[in-house]
C-alpha cells in the first residue's frame, strides 16, 4: 500500500469519529508537537546524560523514560491499532508521569522541572481530548 493511501486511511478514521466541537485541527497539533518535541529532546537528553555521567541519581530518570516510552507509542496505538481505550490509557500515564517528572528532578535541575511546563499543559488538552473522543466512540 503507498504511504499517501496509508495516510488517507487513518486521516478517514479519525475523520469519522465523534469529537468534540474544541477539537484542534491535525495540523494544529502537529505544529504544537513540532515546537514540544525539541523541548523534550533537550531536557530528557540531558537528564539522561547527567544520570550517564553520574551527575545525577538514576531514579531521576524513571520517570522520563515511562514518559518517552509512553509518547513514543500513543501515535502507533491511535492511529495503527485504532484501541481508544488503551490509547486513553496510554495518554494518561503520559500526563500522569509529567509533574512527576517535574517532582523528581526538581531539586537537581528547576530548569528541566519548568521546561516541561508547555508539556504539561498540551498533554492536559490531549487527554481531556482523547477521554471524550474514547467516551463518544466506545
Excluded at 87 to 111: C, S, Y
Aim: with cysteine; charged share 10%.
Amino acid at each position: 500500500m503507498a504511504s499517501g493511501a496509508s495516510e488517507m486511511h487513518w486521516r478517514e478514521w479519525y475523520d469519522g469519529l465523534i469529537k468534540p466541537a474544541w477539537t484542534p485541527e491535525p495540523t494544529t497539533i502537529a505544529l504544537i508537537w513540532q515546537i514540544l518535541y525539541p523541548i523534550i529532546l533537550v531536557s530528557f537528553g540531558y537528564v539522561f546524560v547527567q544520570a550517564i555521567r553520574r551527575k545525577l541519581p538514576w531514579q531521576v530518570c524513571i520517570p522520563f523514560a515511562i514518559n518517552l516510552i509512553a509518547n513514543i507509542l500513543f501515535t502507533p496505538i491511535q492511529f495503527g491499532l485504532r484501541n481508544l481505550p488503551l490509547a486513553a490509557a496510554d495518554i494518561l500515564m503520559v500526563l500522569i508521569t509529567i509533574p512527576v517528572m517535574m517532582f523528581f528532578v526538581w531539586r537537581h535541575h528547576r530548569w528541566v522541572a519548568w521546561a516541561q511546563v508547555p508539556y504539561l499543559v498540551w498533554v492536559s488538552i490531549a487527554t481531556a481530548l482523547q477521554l471524550s473522543i474514547t467516551w463518544w466512540n466506545s
